[in-house]
T-cell receptor, first 111, second 116 residues
Framework: AQSVTQLDSQVPVFEEAPVELRCNYS??????LFWYVQYPNQGLQLLLK??????LVKGINGFEAEFNKSQTSFHLRKPSVHISDTAEYFC?????????FGAGTTVTVRA | GAVVSQHPSWVICKSGTSVKIECRSL??????MFWYRQFPKQSLMLMAT?????????EQGVEKDKFLINHASLTLSTLTVTSAHPEDSSFYIC????????????FGPGTRLTVL
């Protein structure tokens, strides 16, 4: 079985400041890792994913994440956020094509 | 590409009635579709996995007779909430996985169900 823990439920950040959203996972097998973003009253949009290979993954909208196997982490980062990055962010682990999501992190970007 | 739509986007119904939600993959064939439920300020919980032409597989604790899933074609899956009650009010989201062992699920915009 696998599980995902997002360590921060809410992250307020000022515009143009960097942001890091923390995600730790547990799994007994190799996993695929994902970050999704959800804007209010919308479905989920894929930001990036790690399947194999380079541990630094670059995604859309300037986001990147680093897979750390020894720390079982997949933290998401963006060097400079915009107001439009205000949203809910979900980390997820896939096993047997099923996704298990973390509880989500609400990012609020203020001017 | 990889667009998934849901219809309706929101629905209000009376307690005891049934509601059908459609999930369509618009530009690809989805061999597998997933149905999730999301409560306010909470994460998505997988309800069931449906494969085209076969019965859906429900997660533990999900009543299959209450949440009927049909995946009749490679582009359409439906979720019917039967005899809906206020506690069934939620945001229902579907996702679709393409053929060929695709590792990415593409999500629909969700359907907000309110049962009065």
């Amino acid at each position: 079985a696998q599980s995902v823990t997002q360590l921060d439920s809410q992250v307020p950040v000022f515009e143009e400041a960097p942001v890091e959203l923390r995600c730790n996972y547990s799994s007994s097998v190799s996993v695929y890792l994902f970050w999704y973003v959800q804007y209010p009253n919308q479905g989920l949009q894929l930001l990036l994913k790690y399947l194999s290979g380079s541990t630094l993954v670059k995604g859309i909208n300037g986001f990147e994440a680093e897979f750390n196997k020894s720390q079982t982490s997949f933290h998401l980062r963006k060097p400079s956020v915009h107001i439009s990055d205000t949203a809910e962010y979900f980390c997820a682990v896939m096993n047997d094509y099923k996704l298990s999501f973390g509880a989500g992190t609400t990012v609020t970007v203020r001017a | 590409g990889a667009v998934v739509s849901q219809h309706p986007s929101w629905v209000i119904c009376k307690s005891g009635t049934s509601v059908k939600i459609e999930c369509r993959s618009l530009d690809f064939q989805a061999t597998t579709m997933f149905w999730y439920r999301q409560f306010p300020k909470q994460s998505l919980m997988l309800m069931a996995t449906s494969n085209e032409g076969s019965k859906a597989t429900y997660e533990q604790g999900v009543e299959k007779d209450k949440f009927l899933i049909n995946h009749a074609s490679l582009t359409l899956s439906t979720l019917t909430v039967t005899s809906a009650h206020p506690e069934d009010s939620s945001f229902y989201i579907c996702s679709a996985r393409g053929a060929g062992g695709s590792d990415t699920q593409y999500f629909g915009p969700g359907t907000r169900l309110t049962v009065l």
